[in-house]
């Protein structure tokens, strides 16, 4: 089946760092990536969703200069977290679709970002 | 707007017995419905969907969902669960076809399976 790979799972930082996760379709051309983020005990909250070459739509009250997202490729998606405060500590996940899926998305296995 | 609700943060119940988790969602038009599970340090899998027609879908591993639109619940189901099924579960609902729709998600529900 589909796999969507994201890196890291894990990762530290330090406040005023920016971070980049990255986001891969392996065995399939993923046009739409979405990326959520969720916090402890809560439900996956979307924060943008992005279309291969063009500019992502960000939901109401996410922070676009903070988020940046990159989707320049069919099998890779990029969000970076910019000057990163220890607020922005979370769970982010992407997942990502295709026109061969219908109705289906593949998640990645999320990443772990602790702000210091 | 969408919105979906999971009533119970946590359902422990012991090998073998039956399992209900609960999933209620609001919206004004016609949705599809979706349960994903996660296991530990795994990404989120789709185990069942509704999208049209019957409205018992049911998985590949025993779990099976029935779409009520008038009490707006897709309640997740299993008449015997086993010590693998120990994971946390997603219910979503998405408006819109093919893949343009956004996955609204529940809060999630730890299902702890013992022996």
């Known amino acids: 089946g589909a796999v969507v790979s994201q890196h890291p799972s894990r990762v530290i930082c330090k406040s005023g760092t920016s971070v980049k996760i990255e986001c891969r379709s392996l065995?399939?051309?993923?046009?739409?990536m979405f990326w959520y983020r969720q916090f402890p005990k809560q439900s996956l909250m979307l924060m943008a969703t992005?279309?291969?070459?063009?500019?992502?739509?960000?939901e109401q009250g996410v922070e676009k200069d903070k988020f940046l997202i990159n989707h320049a490729s069919l099998t890779l998606s990029t969000l970076t977290v910019t000057s990163a405060h220890p607020e922005d500590s979370s769970f982010y996940i992407c997942?990502?679709?295709?026109?061969?899926?219908?109705?289906?998305?593949?998640f990645g296995s999320g990443t772990q970002l602790s702000v210091l | 707007a969408q919105s979906v609700t999971q009533l119970d943060s946590q359902v422990p119940v012991f090998e073998e017995a039956p399992v209900e988790l609960r999933c209620n969602y609001s919206?004004?038009?016609?949705?599809?419905l979706f349960w994903y599970v996660q296991y530990p340090n795994q990404g989120l899998q789709l185990l069942l969907k509704?999208?049209?027609?019957?409205?018992l879908v049911k998985s590949i591993n025993g779990f099976e969902a029935e779409f009520n639109k008038s009490q707006t619940s897709f309640h997740l189901r299993k008449p015997s669960v086993h010590i693998s099924d120990t994971a946390e579960y997603f219910c979503?609902?998405?408006?819109?076809?093919?893949?343009?729709?956004?996955?609204?998600f529940g809060q999630g529900t730890t299902l702890q399976v013992k022996p």
């Open positions: 997942s990502a679709s295709s026109p061969g899926f219908t109705e289906k998305l593949f």
């Open positions: 065995d399939f051309q993923a046009t739409t």
């Open positions: 992005s279309n291969e070459g063009s500019k992502a739509t960000y």
């Open positions: 919206s004004s038009v016609s949705v599809y």
């Open positions: 509704y999208l049209s027609g019957s409205t």
């Open positions: 979503a609902v998405r408006t819109g076809s093919g893949n343009t729709g956004k996955l609204i």
